[in-house]
């Protein structure tokens, strides 16, 4: 891998984006190294010169991810907001920034973290329920629950509003599938997300009034 850091940037993204792109439509044991360095317009006696084997460059892709999605998403989270609909609000607006940086990781990401981790060395198995436990945190802990309704239970009430906030975003990247999210204008869809924010916090926060 230290041969495949030397590249200039441009030549490692183009190996990297296809490797991805790949693993993620064909998973570890289907993907193929022939369909990789035809994307990225390389030997494949060169791909092997920068990794020993397949294994070798589906763990670097794995660390990669890791590592983006952590520096590029999560450590960007205020994680001492204590409103649910600001944290969330926050979570969804930056995994968006992030994916419109670099798709194929999050495509990637979703499979290696679905498949079995067998794949992977113990380190990198750990990392990965690191990044976990970490999302985890971001989602749950801090939370203010005693700004919503008084007559309604406080983790139906979270789960609702987290179900809201996921269901737009996935809907969001569904009407969006196809195009590159890096030239996106996403303005109006926040508008529109911003409108449903206001509706959640209407049904379910109390008001001055209540709560005084």
Not at 50 to 60: G, H, R
Not at 109 to 125: I, Y
Not at 202 to 212: D, H, I, L, M, Q
């Amino acid at each position: 891998m230290e041969r495949f850091e030397k590249l200039e940037d441009r030549k490692q993204r183009l190996i990297r984006q296809a490797a991805l792109a790949e693993f993620a439509a064909h998973g570890y044991a289907k993907a193929s190294t022939n369909r990789i360095v035809k994307a990225a317009g390389i030997g494949k006696g060169m791909l092997f010169y920068y990794f020993t084997s397949k294994q070798e460059l589906y763990e670097y892709l794995v660390k990669y991810s890791l590592e983006f999605i952590q520096s590029r998403y999560l450590d960007r989270v205020d994680a001492e907001e204590p409103d649910v609909i600001e944290r969330l609000t926050q979570l969804a607006r930056l995994k968006l920034e992030a994916q419109a940086e670099n798709e194929e990781v999050f495509k990637f990401s979703a499979m290696f973290l679905q498949e079995s981790e067998a794949h992977l060395p113990s380190d990198l198995t750990d990392k990965v329920g690191e990044l976990k436990q970490s999302g985890y945190k971001l989602m749950y802990e801090g939370i203010d629950k005693s700004r919503f309704r008084k007559d309604a239970d406080p983790e139906q009430v979270f789960q609702l509003i987290r179900w809201s906030i996921d269901g737009f975003q996935q809907d969001l990247l569904a009407k969006l599938a196809g195009q590159t999210l890096a030239d996106i204008d996403f303005a109006p869809y926040w508008d529109e997300f911003y409108g449903y924010l206001a509706i959640l916090k209407r049904s379910f926060y109390e008001t001055e009034g209540e709560s005084s």
